[in-house]
């Protein structure tokens, strides 16, 4: 798994970046196999949100949690194939069919990570708005699509849901990219305004399983932040300045919407954090 632990803490010694590795990845098994709970036993789909502030580090665990169950699944679903295999070897009748033992075969798709972020305006509407100035603002987002696809993710599981990513290379959403496939069981949504009480952002909630919000240190968000608007083409000046004003500003919104997260967990290890 790719470490969440940060890389610009004071350096560890190697014994003790192992072991904050095992820990990371101890964590984010104890958070995949959490959400794994939350899917309907008699079908359906379950929603987990993943809300916090930019740079907190939401993709990143939202992505590594969806890989992890995925993992999760596939290897149970052996097991439990090696034993069923081994149990009935003996009188196992030769007309047996293969696809019979395919069928039992988990879906590599079973979770899926979806990302807010798709529903950024379009540039050219935020121009026209006269908002692109403040792009990532509460309201350079989609948030009734947003809503309306939540909604479809709970009422649509016998056909594919088409949803837009977003291109940082760009800074453009990409309509129709990720698709939500019928077997796909639990869906990971992540993104800034999950949680906050206000329409129609109200209604994400009610929506979701659970809600978890993602915390980190605002000097290790800040330094994210820059770094990300550095790789995408602002200057460094221009890069804190945007990091430290807009993101700065969008954070004091949704770190007052925490209260509304079942729990906290920590964008730099996955562990669980107290209240």
Not at 51 to 79: C, D, F, M, Y
Request: hydrophobic content about 40%; overall charge negative.
């Amino acid at each position: 798994m790719s470490n969440l632990v940060s890389d610009h803490s004071d350096a560890p010694s190697p014994a003790e970046a192992d072991e904050r590795s095992d820990a990371a990845a101890d964590a984010l098994d104890a958070l995949a196999r959490r959400a794994l709970a939350l899917v309907p036993a008699g079908g359906g789909r379950a929603v987990v949100g993943i809300a916090g502030s930019p740079g907190a580090g939401k993709t990143t665990l939202a992505v590594q949690l969806a890989a992890r169950v995925n993992a999760i699944v596939a290897a149970e679903a052996s097991s439990a194939s090696g034993s069923s295999s081994a149990s009935g070897s003996s009188s196992a009748s030769s007309s047996a069919s293969a696809p019979e033992a395919a069928s039992s075969a988990p879906s590599p798709h079973f979770a899926a990570h979806l990302p807010m972020d798709g529903y950024h305006l379009a540039n050219s509407t935020l121009d026209s708005l006269g908002r692109r100035d403040r792009k990532g603002a509460i309201d350079t987002f989609d948030g009734w699509g947003f809503v309306a696809l939540l909604r479809r993710l709970h009422a649509e599981t016998s056909h594919t849901v088409y949803a837009p990513s977003f291109d940082r290379t760009v800074e453009e959403p990409i309509a129709g990219e990720i698709a939500v496939l019928p077997d796909t069981r639990l869906v990971i949504v992540e993104g800034n305004y999950l949680l906050v009480d206000e329409t129609p952002w109200a209604d994400v909630k009610g929506l979701l399983a659970e809600a978890w919000f993602c915390e980190t240190t605002d000097d290790e968000r800040v330094r994210r932040l820059v770094d990300r608007h550095e790789r995408h083409g602002r200057t460094p000046e221009a890069a804190k300045a945007w990091a430290e004003s807009v993101d700065g500003k969008n954070a004091i919104l949704i770190e007052s919407t925490m209260p509304r997260a079942d729990f906290v967990v920590s964008g730099v290890t996955a562990a669980v954090l107290p209240r």
